[in-house]
């Protein structure tokens, strides 16, 4: 064995693929019992519909070299995401853009009519010096905008008060003085068309790959454990940075999410594939729902049924999955102390959205890989 990964989702699949295609012989250990991570799908038996197991994942990208490199493996279907938002029993487009503003003020603004009213209803901050997420926010939309779509749902998502989260997650969400609503600004968006299982599938299957399943690189009494192996080997670790340490700088927060899956006997619950619950007294943040994720795939799926999936947000403890690192300033602090144990570890290398402890979607998880490739491993 040339290399150990542990973990085997995108970050790590990145680099077992590349340094298998460079004719490394790589062993990925995943603890849990399929490939893929958080990106894993697979058709719910009943209806046949594919469903992300993990939380709906839409790939997009402006990263050309991601675009060939990911099309490698797959081809993408032409899906455009679109999210709507359910305030107080009302269905507003996101994200927030001119038919937002309008449906909510119950007006016909132009868009500078629309810039004019946001500029004096965000007057109390300003984009460039903007603190924390609820400062930020505020500068962006307004406070009655804000208070409407995005106190309560980050707070419901996220459990900490919006002062206190970084201001970064909210610039993820566009706002736009057009009545565009699709959700991502990249220049590449859709959906693996086989799936993603199939997709993950084909970056593992490579002679040079070998894939352990159902294997904790914390077990002692597996032979692929950290103490066996660091030193032994080059190591790629792509679990929570903390967990690696035991803890010893205290534990990062991360929020963790479940899951309540139903089949209803219905052809189409509500017309589209994620609707948001913008509200306090909702206690899910959204709803999914698989079918229209897949609209080529009419003819496959039933017209009878369909699979909808409930998402609720909460603190994660330690047995549980931790799935959004939640950056407080406490735990950038953290962070930067187990940075510094790092770069003591001989020859593990640290990757991913659990071992850096950052928000990466797919694309900048696989795009970091294919960095830490190019410059550090291969
Ligand atoms: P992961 O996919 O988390 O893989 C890490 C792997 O390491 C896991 O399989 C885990 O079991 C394994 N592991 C951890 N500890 C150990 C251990 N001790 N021993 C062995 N194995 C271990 N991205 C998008 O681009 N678009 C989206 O719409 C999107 N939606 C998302 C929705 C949710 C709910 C979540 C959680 C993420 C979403 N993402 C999305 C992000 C996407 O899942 C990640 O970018 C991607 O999974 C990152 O891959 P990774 O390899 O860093 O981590
Ligand atoms: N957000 C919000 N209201 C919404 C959608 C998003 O307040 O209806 C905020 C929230 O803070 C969230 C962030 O915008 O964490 C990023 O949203 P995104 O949909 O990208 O989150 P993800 O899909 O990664 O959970």
Request: glycine content about 8%; charged content about 25%; cysteine-free.
């Amino acid at each position: 064995m040339d290399l150990l990964i542990v973990g085997s989702g995108f970050f790590g699949l990145t680099i077992a693929e590349r340094a298998a295609a460079s004719g490394r012989k790589v062993t990925v250990i995943d603890r849990r019992d399929h490939i893929g991570g958080n990106a894993y799908s697979e058709d719910e038996p009943e209806t046949g519909i594919e469903v992300h197991r993990y939380g709906a994942h839409l790939f997009h990208t402006s990263n050309p070299a991601v675009w060939e490199y990911v099309n490698r493996f797959t081809t993408f279907t032409d899906y455009v995401h679109r999210v709507y938002t359910n305030h107080k029993g009302v269905v507003f487009p996101l994200p927030i853009n001119l038919g937002t503003i309008n449906q909510f003020f119950n007006a016909a603004y132009s868009p500078s009519e629309a810039r004019a009213l946001i500029h004096e209803q965000a007057g109390e901050f300003d984009v460039k010096d903007a603190a924390n997420l609820e400062e930020k926010g505020i500068a962006l939309i307004g406070r009655p905008l804000y208070e409407a779509f995005i106190r309560d749902y980050t707070a419901k998502q996220w459990q900490t008060d919006p002062t206190e989260l970084p201001a970064e997650i909210i610039s993820r969400l566009p706002v736009r003085y057009t009545y565009d609503n699709r959700y991502f600004n990249d220049t590449w968006e859709g959906l693996p068309t086989d799936g993603y299982t199939a997709w993950i599938e084909r970056m593992a299957d490579h002679p040079n790959i070998e894939v352990k399943l159902g294997v904790d690189y914390f077990d002692v009494a597996q032979p692929l454990n950290k103490k066996a192996t660091v030193g032994q080997v080059p190591v790629v670790y792509t679990g929570p940075v903390d967990r690696y340490f035991d803890y010893t700088e205290g534990a990062l927060s991360w929020r963790t999410l479940d899951f309540e899956r139903e089949v209803l006997p219905v052809g189409d619950f509500q017309g589209t594939s994620v609707m948001n619950y913008a509200d306090a007294d909702v206690p899910y943040t959204r709803i999914h729902e698989f079918r229209h994720f897949h609209p080529e795939r009419a003819d496959r799926y039933p017209t009878d049924k369909t699979v909808i999936m409930r998402e609720f947000s909460r603190f994660a403890e330690r047995e549980d999955e931790p799935y959004y690192p939640v950056n407080t300033p406490e735990d950038r602090a953290g962070l930067l102390a187990y940075r510094e144990l790092a770069k003591g570890e001989k020859d593990v290398h640290f990757g991913g959205r659990l071992g850096t402890y950052q928000y990466l979607d797919m694309h900048m998880a696989i795009g970091s890989a294919l960095s830490m490739w190019n410059n550090q491993l291969s």
